[in-house]
């Protein structure tokens, strides 16, 4: 049975990614804070972990990945908007609690994985969430927008230093698919454009299921009529 992390799966694309894996018959671990919420979804499969953590506590982590064990792909996926607004009205306090979750939660859980994946004959596969973010900003979110562009750094650093260990990193850029961060921006701009949270999901098991001889590096996903393609 292949194996997968999910982080911030208890709630919106990590959760339905989960449960996507869940249903194709992957064993899922399932990581973040909200308990009850993993317990909840761990009680529906038999093959779901539940392993409550926050991607910040690099102790709670590995306790996390030593408690699933063997690892054939993590979804990192735990992240958060933060803040919105012009640079200058924004806190130093709102910045370092994104930063703390989109980067050093991120790092922390791709150092995990890499570290078990190598050791592995068979290697393994990070895929990273980043936005399109990464790529064109929207008004007022400069926390958000300079953390995605770390995760591209990210992506592209793992990807260079895995090949020797047979560990391929992959991106997945999603646009405005229906979770609770888009659930905010939406009821501010009801004629915003969303997909369906499923299709992330299903691009994710997409990307998860190549094999090993062959890896999605960069995958855009999105709402068809969202202005992304010009956007400034």
Same mark, same amino acid.
């Given at each position: 049975?292949?194996? &997968? ?8 694309? %990590? ?38 953590? @926050?991607?910040? @506590? ?7 990945? @030593? ?14 908007? %933060? ?17 703390? !979750? ?70 997945? @850029? &999603? ?6 961060? !888009? ?50």
């Amino acid at each position: 049975m292949k194996s &997968i992390i999910v982080t911030g799966a208890s709630s919106g694309i %990590g959760y339905a990614t989960a449960e996507m894996f869940l249903k194709n018959g992957w064993r899922v671990g399932l990581v973040a804070r909200r308990a009850d919420r993993l317990n909840a979804l761990a009680a529906e499969y038999e093959n779901a972990v539940a392993l409550p953590a @926050d991607v910040t @506590d690099p102790a709670a982590m590995e306790t996390a990945f @030593d408690t699933f064990g063997y690892l054939d792909v993590l979804f990192n996926n735990a992240g958060l908007f %933060g803040p919105a607004g012009p640079i200058d009205k924004l806190s130093l306090e709102g910045w370092n609690e994104v930063m703390q !979750v989109n980067i050093n939660g991120m790092f922390i859980s791709a150092r995990l994985a890499f570290a078990r994946m190598r050791r592995q004959e068979s290697g393994g596969r990070i895929i990273n969430n980043g936005s399109l973010s990464a790529h064109v900003p929207r008004p007022g979110s400069v926390c958000y927008t300079m953390s995605k562009h770390a995760v591209t750094g990210l992506t592209r650093a793992l990807s260079l230093d895995g090949r020797p260990f047979n560990i391929a990193c992959g991106q997945i @850029d &999603i646009g405005n698919a229906e979770s609770e961060l !888009v659930a905010g921006l939406k009821a501010a701009n009801p004629q915003m454009d969303t997909m369906d949270v499923v299709h992330a999901a299903s691009s994710v098991l997409h990307m998860a299921q190549m094999p090993a001889e062959a890896n999605v590096q960069f995958m855009t996903v999105m709402a068809t009529k969202m202005p992304y393609i010009g956007r400034g």
